[in-house]
């Protein structure tokens, strides 16, 4: 495989993986969300305050434990891709997302989400691709004033 290949493939890599991360996500599919982050990824969430969650296990539970009973959508588009090296890469993504829950602890939330995802990748042994580090940013949140109850 030539090296231009190459690059387009693990780009094309990083944009199912990012698909499955959403997928997962909204389906609440945890085990196959978990397999999207390398064991020691990292997680920021922009807000008040900043929010950063370390280990694979640890950032499923924290997100599984605010979306569970709820709803989300979460869309990303315009991927801005970088490999690095053959086992390193860098992306950008456009992001969506709508959410509605019932957190096991704290208030209901509801949300429209507006922003990007700043995120590094990491080829694995394995030779698949993970998400090391993800930082959500959000430019915009409108409240979701009347939360509707879960089907």
Do not use: C, N
């Not at 009973?69 to 969506?96: K, L, Y």
């Not at 019932?102 to 949300?111: A, D, H, N, T």
């Amino acid at each position: 495989m030539t090296d231009v290949t190459q690059k387009l493939w693990d780009m094309e890599q990083i944009k199912q993986l990012k698909a499955r991360y959403f997928r997962a996500l909204d389906t609440r599919d945890w085990d196959g969300w978990g397999q999207v982050f390398t064991e020691d990824a990292k997680m920021e969430v922009s807000g008040e305050p900043v929010v950063v969650v370390e280990g694979r296990a640890e950032i499923v539970e924290f997100v599984r434990a605010r979306l569970v009973p709820g709803i989300s959508v979460h869309h990303g588009h315009m991927p801005e891709i970088t490999i690095e090296s053959a086992s390193e890469a860098t992306g950008v993504w456009a992001m969506f997302d709508y959410v509605q829950a019932e957190p096991e602890s704290g208030p209901p939330i509801g949300l429209v989400g507006y922003g990007h995802y700043h995120e590094t990748y990491q080829k694995g042994a394995d030779d698949q691709w993970r998400i090391r580090s993800l930082r959500l940013s959000r430019l915009r949140v409108d409240p979701i004033l009347a939360i509707p109850p879960t089907p």
